[in-house]
């Protein structure tokens, strides 16, 4: 019984904290540039780059986009 109360805890400490145990600017400041660098991936590189074929990126900002943001 106790290791289920163990596991419990465990389990509402992390929901409730994460592993990082951040605090809500540092959430913040994280959720702000993910998403900065998910726009910029999709309006540079699947709109401008792979739909319009109007841009030509360097293979490294491509592959960076392709695999990285993929």
Do not use: K, Y
Request: with cysteine; proline share 1%.
């Amino acid at each position: 019984m106790n290791e289920m109360l163990a596991v419990r805890d465990a389990l509402v400490e992390w929901m409730s904290n994460g592993w990082l145990h951040a605090a809500w600017w540092q959430v913040l400041l994280f959720t702000l540039l993910t998403t900065h660098i998910t726009i910029a991936a999709v309006t540079i590189f699947l709109h401008r780059s792979q739909a319009h074929r109007a841009l030509d990126l360097h293979p490294v900002a491509g592959h960076f986009f392709r695999f990285g943001c993929g």
